[in-house]
């Protein structure tokens, strides 16, 4: 089983739509959880960090952990054909970037 | 102004060459990274480097090397190139080595090695 694991999609929406996207892991270990966007042929940027369970919300972008399950998911309000992109999920046992472990990521399309 | 850059932006070369990466970061920032993307997406953090110490991770073979001739800038050199070297490499920088700071990435080196 690898450690972080993403359907790689592509996953297809309507423009509006709600978007889901999810990652598990299996290492209860992990405390940090980060959302990356990459877009075609650029590096990753950062979106969402979380520590912990709960959400996180930041504009149309809510970031929700469920520690107990070992489940992450961003969510994407009112989706846009500009949000088409890689969203890889990133997690890391502590405070320190070079510890990071990256899921392979979802590629989303948002049809306008 | 490209915040985090990297030279050249694409390399073709032979199995058994040896080849460097560079990378370059006006932002200031104190540490920056080497990632490999492989062909399945999985992006996979090689070095982190600060101007105190240098992390290894302990599964890349010691053909690759970081050399940093200042703290703006983190090449990768690697030596005796392999075919299952070929990937995406990817450069980073953030201000310090928190988890939870801000990574910029730079625009990636797509390496093919025949």
């Known amino acids: 089983q690898k450690e972080v694991e993403q359907d790689p999609g592509p996953l297809s929406v309507p423009e509006g739509a709600i978007v889901s996207l999810n990652c598990t892991y299996s290492?209860?270990?992990?405390?940090?959880f980060m959302w990356y966007r990459q877009y075609s042929r650029k590096g990753p940027e950062l979106l969402m960090y979380?520590?912990?369970?709960g959400n996180k919300e930041d504009g149309r972008f809510t970031a929700q952990v469920d520690k107990s399950s070992k489940y992450i998911s961003l969510f994407i309000r009112d989706s846009q054909p500009s949000d088409s992109a890689t969203y890889l999920c990133?997690?890391?046992?502590?405070?320190?970037?070079?510890?990071?472990?990256f899921g392979p990521g979802t590629r989303l399309s948002v049809l306008p | 102004d490209t915040a985090v850059s990297q030279t050249p932006k694409y390399l073709v070369t032979q199995m058994g060459n040896d080849k460097s990466i560079k990378c370059e970061q006006n932002l200031g920032h104190d540490t920056m990274y080497w990632y490999k993307q492989d062909s399945k997406k999985f992006l996979k953090i090689m070095f982190s480097?600060?101007?105190?110490?240098?992390?290894i991770n302990e599964t890349v073979p010691n053909r690759f090397s970081p050399k940093s001739p200042d703290k703006a800038h983190l090449n990768l050199h690697i030596n005796s190139l392999e075919l299952g070297d070929s990937a995406v490499y990817f450069c980073?920088?953030?201000?310090?080595?928190?988890?939870?700071?801000?990574?910029?990435f730079g625009p990636g080196t797509r390496l093919t090695v025949l």
């Open positions: 990133a997690m890391s046992f502590d405070n320190y970037g070079q510890n990071f472990v």
């Open positions: 980073a920088s953030s201000p310090d080595s928190s988890s939870t700071d801000t990574q910029y």
């Open positions: 979380t520590y912990s369970s």
């Open positions: 480097y600060n101007n105190k110490e240098l992390i």
């Open positions: 290492n209860s270990a992990f405390q940090y």
